[in-house]
């Protein structure tokens, strides 16, 4: 069972920059972790749970990535497969941006980015809090 810890949240002024990490361990079915696709997800006080940026490897130095309107421009995707890790940069923040975070994975990219509330993903990690300061 693959499990995903998410880190690097806090607190930062509007302007600011932070960057999340996701790390996955444990055990990957016979799958390495580089297969999945990861996604990233917000959660603000009274509101759905929200897509916020998807990432895919597809081999060699490719990666495909996606964003919500809301941050794109804004954040950027990367990911570290030695050490299993996927990265969300987020600069130019805003009071909105103020939200639990939390990464997912699922072998299908398409799915991750067509997630809506009551469909399920492979594994979540807990999240980590991102609060943006006016």
């Known amino acids: 069972q693959v499990q995903l810890v998410e880190s690097g949240g806090g607190l930062v002024q509007a302007g600011g920059s932070l960057r999340l990490s996701c790390t996955a361990s444990?055990?990957?079915?016979?799958?390495?972790?580089?297969?999945?696709?990861v996604g990233w997800f917000r959660q603000a006080p009274g509101k759905e749970r929200e897509f916020v940026a998807a990432?895919?490897?597809?081999?060699?130095?490719?990666?495909?990535?996606e964003f919500a309107d809301s941050v794109q421009g804004r954040f950027i995707l990367s990911r570290d497969n030695s050490i299993n890790t996927v990265y969300l940069q987020m600069n130019s923040l805003k009071p909105e941006d103020t939200a639990d975070y939390y990464c997912?994975?699922?072998?299908?990219?398409?799915?991750?980015?067509?997630?809506?509330?009551?469909?399920?993903?492979?594994?979540w990690g807990q999240g980590t809090l991102v609060t943006v300061s006016s």
């Open positions: 997912a994975a699922d072998r299908s990219f398409t799915v991750i980015r067509t997630w809506s509330t009551g469909r399920s993903l492979e594994v």
């Open positions: 444990g055990r990957t079915s016979g799958r390495t972790f580089s297969s999945y696709a």
């Open positions: 990432l895919r490897w597809d081999g060699g130095n490719t990666y495909y990535a």
